[in-house]
């Protein structure tokens, strides 16, 4: 349905009541626009509450969390139904930003899982270093609660992801094959999930998964000598 945003579109606003009075559903985004902003939330228009006032109609809250991209990134989440019709428009738009607003710090609650980012800087000359400002930026942005720490020298990975063992976080292996490995190692028998940014040189492992176009699986592991391993175990010359 064509809208003219920051101004009434009066046909748009005559079609809306038009599929109201035939009983079917109307997804409206009540802040008129696109938010690029750091805030929650914009102050809502009033167009949605003057359609359910109009009509009689409840409207049915929802937040929207993550970003767009191909298979998955987003997730809507739904509240309860409020009746507007017995509210003046300042009134209704006020409940409604109020119940928008808990479904969006819902989602921020259950966002309380903390990212780590276990960083390997010598992987593929350095490779990962450069990602690590993208890392931060976006974790800002989304109001994530994160740490980056960085490997010195061989296993440090394994005792990184280890020193989380009694939390439930999100561990990415930022680096090669060698970095996810390590993780692991170190996530092996704890809540703790493992995450992949790929910086190594061959990144076998994510380039596999990734063909699955999901954003989650679960995968099973090997393991040798009581050491574990995701893709490939080698021994001799290879290794």
Same mark, same amino acid.
């Given at each position: 349905m064509p809208v003219h945003v920051g101004k009434l579109h009066k046909e748009s606003f005559e079609n809306a009541i038009n599929l109201l009075k035939e009983e079917k559903s109307i997804g409206i985004f009540p802040e008129g626009t696109r938010n690029k902003t750091d805030q929650l939330l914009l102050p809502l228009r009033?167009?949605?509450?003057?359609?359910?006032?109009? @009509?009689? @109609?409840?409207?049915?809250?929802?937040?929207?969390?993550?970003?767009?991209?191909?298979? +998955? !990134?987003?997730? *809507?989440?739904? +509240? #309860?139904?409020? /009746?507007?019709?017995?509210?003046?428009?300042? #009134?209704?738009?006020?409940?409604?930003?109020?119940?928008?607003?808990?479904?969006?710090?819902? &989602?921020? +609650? /259950?966002?309380?899982?903390?990212?780590?980012?276990?960083?390997?800087?010598?992987?593929?000359?350095?490779?990962?270093?450069? *990602? *690590? !400002?993208?890392?931060?930026?976006?974790?800002? @942005?989304?109001?994530? #609660?994160?740490?980056?720490?960085?490997?010195?020298?061989? !296993? /440090?990975?394994? &005792?990184?992801? @280890?020193?989380?063992?009694?939390?439930e976080n999100i561990i990415y292996a930022v680096g090669g094959d060698g970095t996810l490995s390590e993780v692991l190692n170190g996530v092996i028998g704890t809540k703790n999930k493992i995450g992949i940014i790929p910086a190594g040189s061959g990144n076998d492992f994510y380039r596999t998964v990734k063909e699955l176009a999901k954003a989650e699986i679960e995968s099973d592991v090997g393991v040798v000598n009581g050491k574990y391993f995701l893709n490939i175990a080698c021994v001799g010359i290879d290794a």
């Open positions: 009033k167009g949605t509450t003057l359609l359910a006032k109009k @009509q009689m @109609q409840k409207i049915i809250p929802f937040a929207i969390t993550g970003k767009y991209r191909p298979f +998955g !990134g987003l997730t *809507i989440e739904f +509240g #309860e139904p409020i /009746d507007v019709t017995n509210m003046d428009t300042t #009134e209704a738009n006020t409940v409604l930003t109020e119940k928008i607003m808990d479904l969006l710090l819902k &989602r921020i +609650g /259950d966002k309380k899982m903390k990212y780590i980012f276990i960083v390997n800087p010598e992987s593929a000359k350095g490779n990962a270093m450069k *990602i *690590i !400002g993208n890392i931060e930026k976006v974790c800002k @942005q989304e109001h994530i #609660e994160y740490e980056v720490c960085y490997t010195l020298a061989q !296993g /440090d990975a394994t &005792r990184l992801a @280890q020193s989380y063992k009694d939390d």
